[in-house]
Structure formats: structure tokens, C-alpha cells
């Protein structure tokens, strides 16, 4: 059987079970808590059946759960009772290359916060499933920060109320959106391009892209004051910063701890260690983070791994952490995943004129050849004048 790593950004728990939406593919899942297997449960109509990153983060309204964007075009809404489901355009215009990397639920509205400029910050009332566009806040990002053509918010957002703050890639701004009343402001941080962020209170802890220390940034007075780090000049890098418990907590793109800041001593430490089985997904997968995102719910940090198969705990009065492992069984790769989502991938991608497809990670050699028997399309067409036709006539295909 080939292996399918399990990456979601977000889970919604019931009392058995964990329901997630795959990030490598167009599939929802549902996790048991008891046995650790995994169950298809649909694909989200009208998007690609392999592309990443559809759905980021998961809300409940009654019996409705609302997967919202990544990259998918439309807000789904699920209801667990009766399996219906219905969509939602976020908007009728934008970069589909561009993608929403976060949102905030205030009250029944979910926000969408973008990563480009380009991208209109969305209001989504769950009641009445209706939607709101704030377009004008790109105005406010200094012309040396802006950029529409890529995307220049990267991370989570940090949080307070209806405020929310992200950094600007590759630069030492940050900004502030007032949400309620739309109302944004940029602030410049120091010189160093900055990475992420957490919040405080009136405190903001910064990461950087050139080291592992880390950024103290009083908002009120401006002082400023680099922390180091004991792992500094490892160039480790942070998946994610997180104000959890009384606690700054850093979790490392590298490595098998999780840091912390220890204001006492104005430096950045070891906290806990990450558990060992976890060290089967690498490190900093695909050179991009290796958690998606993270959940806190009380002292506990849940971290949800990029390609891993589990979740990751982190007990925050424990100093300690602990995982679950979950298993796609070969019956369901074979059924589900294959058939529902690599077989769609293949036929789409060759039912057009030139009729081929790229390789992939997860549709690779192996997986079209699966295809090909399984299909019983032995022959298949090649398309002219493209590289299918060049790669048939130099192997003399024909």
C-alpha cells in the first residue's frame, strides 16, 4: 500500500471522534478517538480533487459545521444530522492562487483574513448565510510593504477581540485590523524582516527570519528588546508562536522541542519535549512549516502536524506533550482515495485536448499506472504537440 500522510489545519470534535478537512486533497474525514481509524466521509463539490489546502479551519452553528477557505472558492456548510450540505461564494473575484490563511469567529460571524492584498477581508454571518466585503484596508499598507501580485500574510493571525494582527512578509511591518469598525493601521517593528507573531495584553513577541531570537515589542511605548534564544544560530525557525496558560510557547520548524520565553530571565528556552514518534514526519516539511496551525483550549495547545497522521498535545501546566496516531486503512486508500479522489484527478486532468497529466507527490508514477490497469485504458490517448507526444515518440510508444 502506499502511504497517505493525514495533514488538516483544523478538527472539530464530537464525543467519539475528530471531524477534519484533508489538506492534500478534496476529502473529509472523520477520526475515532478509540481506534485511531479513518473514515471518508464526502468531497467538497466544484473543487479539484488534489488540490491542498481547500478547507483551513472548521465552525459550529447548531447542527451545521462551516469548513472555511483555504483555497476552495465557496464556504461549505455540513449538517451532521441529516449529511446535506450546502455552498457559499466567498467572492466573485480574486487570485485563485491567492488563499485565506486564517479567520476569527465573533459572535455568529466568521471573518476570512487573507494572504494578498488583492483579496477582499470577508464577514460571514452563519446565520443568515450571508457575506460582507471589506476591499479598502489594502490602502493603509505602506507602498514599500505592499505587494498584490503574491501574497504577503503568511501565518495565523494574532487575536484580541475583534482586533486581529498579522506581519508583513518580508518586512518589519505589522499590521492591525479593528474588525468591528474597519478600521486598519501598519506599524513599523525594529529593521528585521519578521516571520509571526503572538499578543500579550500591550506586549507583541516577534520571530525573525535571520535567527532564532525572538522580538519583545511594547505597543504602548515602543521599547523594543531581543530575547535570545539557547538555540541560536541553528537557524531552527518557528511553525508557529502562541499565548497560551501564561506562557509564550515556540514551536521549532526543527528539532524536538517546543521553547518558551522566560521573561525572568530575558531569554528563550527549552520548555518540552515533542514525542519521539513524531520525528517520522521530518523536519520543516516541504521547506514551508511544519504545524499548519494550532487550537488552544485552556492550558492545552492542540498542534496540527503538516503530513504526519496524528495530532500533537501540549500540556502547558505539565510542560509536557503527547500524540495521537491515525490510521487510513488499506481498504479505504484503496476504495476511497483512489477511486473517489486519484482516479477523478487522472480523468479530469486527461479528458482535455492535450491530455496529460503532471506528477505529483500524491499522483505519481505509481498511482497513474494504478489507474491505467485498474481503468483497463492500456492505450491511453496522447495529446499533440504537447510532451506526452514528445515523451511517446522518443521511448518509440508506438
Given at each position: 500500500m502506499r502511504d497517505l500522510r493525514l495533514s488538516f489545519a483544523d478538527a472539530y470534535e464530537t464525543e467519539t471522534s475528530w471531524i477534519v478537512a484533508e489538506t492534500l486533497c478534496n476529502a473529509c474525514f472523520e477520526l475515532d478517538k478509540e481506534t485511531g481509524r479513518v473514515s471518508y466521509l464526502f468531497s467538497f463539490e466544484g473543487e479539484k480533487p488534489l488540490q491542498a489546502g481547500l478547507y483551513h479551519q472548521i465552525y459550529s452553528c447548531g447542527k451545521d459545521l462551516f469548513f472555511v477557505p483555504g483555497y476552495a472558492k465557496r464556504i461549505c456548510a455540513w449538517n451532521m444530522d441529516t449529511g446535506e450540505r450546502a455552498y457559499y461564494p466567498v467572492t466573485e473575484r480574486g487570485d485563485a492562487g491567492h488563499r485565506y490563511v486564517d479567520s476569527c469567529r465573533i459572535g455568529d460571524a466568521v471573518w476570512l483574513l487573507p494572504s494578498s492584498l488583492s483579496q477582499p477581508i470577508v464577514k460571514f454571518d452563519m446565520k443568515r448565510r450571508r457575506a460582507e466585503y471589506w476591499e479598502d484596508y489594502a490602502e493603509a499598507v505602506p507602498e514599500g510593504a505592499a505587494d498584490k501580485k503574491r501574497p504577503v500574510f503568511f501565518r495565523q493571525y494574532a487575536k484580541n477581540g475583534t482586533e486581529v494582527h498579522a506581519v508583513v512578509r518580508d518586512s518589519?511591518?505589522?499590521?492591525?485590523?479593528?474588525?468591528?469598525?474597519?478600521?486598519?493601521?501598519?506599524?513599523?517593528?525594529?529593521?528585521?524582516?519578521?516571520?509571526?507573531?503572538?499578543?500579550d495584553g500591550t506586549v507583541f513577541w516577534f520571530s525573525m527570519r535571520d535567527g532564532d531570537d525572538v522580538l519583545r515589542w511594547e505597543a504602548d511605548s515602543g521599547a523594543m528588546e531581543i530575547y535570545p534564544s539557547e538555540t541560536s544560530g541553528e537557524g531552527r525557525g518557528y511553525s508557529n508562536l502562541i499565548k497560551?496558560?501564561?506562557?509564550?510557547?515556540?514551536?521549532?520548524?526543527?528539532?524536538?522541542?517546543?521553547?518558551?520565553?522566560?521573561?525572568a530571565e530575558k531569554r528563550v528556552e527549552a520548555f518540552c519535549d515533542l514525542p519521539e514518534e513524531l520525528g517520522r514526519m521530518g523536519d520543516a516539511r516541504a521547506g514551508w512549516r511544519r504545524f499548519f496551525s494550532y487550537r488552544c483550549e485552556g492550558n492545552l495547545v492542540r498542534l496540527y502536524p503538516n503530513q504526519a497522521d496524528r495530532m500533537v498535545d501540549v500540556h502547558v501546566s505539565g510542560r509536557r506533550a503527547s500524540g495521537r496516531e491515525f490510521h487510513l486503512?488499506?481498504?479505504?486508500?484503496?476504495d476511497v482515495f483512489r477511486k473517489k479522489i486519484l482516479n477523478a484527478h487522472f480523468a479530469k486532468e486527461l479528458s482535455g485536448e492535450k491530455a496529460e497529466a503532471m506528477e505529483t507527490p500524491v499522483a505519481d508514477l505509481d498511482a497513474y499506472l494504478a489507474y491505467v490497469a485498474q481503468e483497463g485504458r492500456r492505450t491511453q490517448r496522447v495529446g499533440s504537440g504537447g510532451c506526452g507526444e514528445a515523451i511517446h515518440r522518443a521511448l518509440d510508444c508506438d
Amino acid at each position: 500500500m502506499r502511504d497517505l500522510r493525514l495533514s488538516f489545519a483544523d478538527a472539530y470534535e464530537t464525543e467519539t471522534s475528530w471531524i477534519v478537512a484533508e489538506t492534500l486533497c478534496n476529502a473529509c474525514f472523520e477520526l475515532d478517538k478509540e481506534t485511531g481509524r479513518v473514515s471518508y466521509l464526502f468531497s467538497f463539490e466544484g473543487e479539484k480533487p488534489l488540490q491542498a489546502g481547500l478547507y483551513h479551519q472548521i465552525y459550529s452553528c447548531g447542527k451545521d459545521l462551516f469548513f472555511v477557505p483555504g483555497y476552495a472558492k465557496r464556504i461549505c456548510a455540513w449538517n451532521m444530522d441529516t449529511g446535506e450540505r450546502a455552498y457559499y461564494p466567498v467572492t466573485e473575484r480574486g487570485d485563485a492562487g491567492h488563499r485565506y490563511v486564517d479567520s476569527c469567529r465573533i459572535g455568529d460571524a466568521v471573518w476570512l483574513l487573507p494572504s494578498s492584498l488583492s483579496q477582499p477581508i470577508v464577514k460571514f454571518d452563519m446565520k443568515r448565510r450571508r457575506a460582507e466585503y471589506w476591499e479598502d484596508y489594502a490602502e493603509a499598507v505602506p507602498e514599500g510593504a505592499a505587494d498584490k501580485k503574491r501574497p504577503v500574510f503568511f501565518r495565523q493571525y494574532a487575536k484580541n477581540g475583534t482586533e486581529v494582527h498579522a506581519v508583513v512578509r518580508d518586512s518589519p511591518y505589522m499590521a492591525c485590523f479593528d474588525l468591528e469598525n474597519r478600521k486598519v493601521s501598519v506599524k513599523k517593528v525594529g529593521d528585521r524582516p519578521l516571520t509571526d507573531l503572538c499578543l500579550d495584553g500591550t506586549v507583541f513577541w516577534f520571530s525573525m527570519r535571520d535567527g532564532d531570537d525572538v522580538l519583545r515589542w511594547e505597543a504602548d511605548s515602543g521599547a523594543m528588546e531581543i530575547y535570545p534564544s539557547e538555540t541560536s544560530g541553528e537557524g531552527r525557525g518557528y511553525s508557529n508562536l502562541i499565548k497560551v496558560g501564561g506562557e509564550i510557547l515556540l514551536v521549532p520548524n526543527v528539532g524536538g522541542q517546543v521553547m518558551r520565553v522566560n521573561p525572568a530571565e530575558k531569554r528563550v528556552e527549552a520548555f518540552c519535549d515533542l514525542p519521539e514518534e513524531l520525528g517520522r514526519m521530518g523536519d520543516a516539511r516541504a521547506g514551508w512549516r511544519r504545524f499548519f496551525s494550532y487550537r488552544c483550549e485552556g492550558n492545552l495547545v492542540r498542534l496540527y502536524p503538516n503530513q504526519a497522521d496524528r495530532m500533537v498535545d501540549v500540556h502547558v501546566s505539565g510542560r509536557r506533550a503527547s500524540g495521537r496516531e491515525f490510521h487510513l486503512e488499506e481498504s479505504q486508500y484503496r476504495d476511497v482515495f483512489r477511486k473517489k479522489i486519484l482516479n477523478a484527478h487522472f480523468a479530469k486532468e486527461l479528458s482535455g485536448e492535450k491530455a496529460e497529466a503532471m506528477e505529483t507527490p500524491v499522483a505519481d508514477l505509481d498511482a497513474y499506472l494504478a489507474y491505467v490497469a485498474q481503468e483497463g485504458r492500456r492505450t491511453q490517448r496522447v495529446g499533440s504537440g504537447g510532451c506526452g507526444e514528445a515523451i511517446h515518440r522518443a521511448l518509440d510508444c508506438d
